[in-house]
């Protein structure tokens, strides 16, 4: 195991045009629970996918509102060794950060080439006239003061298209990569998981998961807590 660990610590000193495509494992040290696990939100909850989706969000505003408001939100939540690594690798601009996570804490980590690909939930706007709004404020009330219009988070629901410039911006940086991590993720989730088909061909592809990953091609893959793998990687 020394072994490859070197040689996957030199495989990162000698890139340059790392992509880290991150999802729910990155965030669940940080406290915020997968709810695509066993143990997470879906648990106990008949239908978190309807709860989640444009459809509830207009025809059952107040009811999308409380999952949301309930579920979602961890405003105290901390980024972990990961993100702070690999933010760190953003801001010495050998790296991008492509994920699905919607939690912010790549932002608080101070992240420099950062696609959202799933959107943020402490981005908020109204739906009426389309200003921004505090998100203080939406978990106050779902009401935008100066219309009245029913606020919402800048996220990606169930039966709703993905922003078009997240996708350009990460189909580019897949195609220029030399260096692919996965993390914490299980590449199931499309369009997301369809990205790897845009990768660099002579890119390494890594992967950092507790789950073993069936990818169809090639890679090295390190079963392992990702919190103990990044805490061990210089950057």
Not at 90 to 111: C, G, M, W
Not at 197 to 221: H, I, P, S, W
Request: glycine fraction near 6%.
């Amino acid at each position: 195991m020394m072994g490859m660990e070197a040689r996957l610590q030199a495989t990162f000193d000698q890139a340059q045009h790392i992509v880290f495509l991150t999802g729910a494992g990155v965030s669940t040290p940080s406290g915020i629970p997968d709810y695509r696990s066993k143990n997470g939100l879906y648990t106990g909850h008949r239908n978190a996918e309807y709860y989640l989706s444009h459809s509830c969000l207009v025809q059952e505003p107040e009811v999308f509102y409380d999952y949301v408001k309930q579920n979602l939100y961890y405003p105290d939540a901390k980024p972990n060794v990961i993100h702070e690594k690999q933010a760190a690798l953003t801001r010495q601009n050998r790296a991008t950060v492509i994920t699905q996570n919607i939690d912010n804490l790549y932002n608080v980590a101070d992240t420099q080439h950062l696609v959202e690909f799933h959107g943020n939930l402490y981005n908020v706007y109204c739906q009426i006239c389309g200003a921004k709004a505090d998100w203080h404020d939406y978990l106050k009330s779902p009401y935008h003061d100066a219309d009245g219009g029913w606020l919402r988070p800048d996220v990606v629901l169930y039966d709703e298209g993905l922003n078009t410039t997240n996708v350009q911006r990460a189909v580019a940086a897949m195609s220029q990569a030399d260096l692919v991590v996965i993390v914490g993720t299980s590449m199931r989730v499309y369009p997301f998981a369809g990205l790897l088909d845009y990768r660099n061909q002579q890119a390494q592809v890594v992967v950092v998961n507790q789950e073993k990953l069936n990818l169809g091609f090639t890679y090295d893959m390190v079963q392992a807590d990702a919190t103990e793998f990044f805490d061990a990687l210089r950057v």
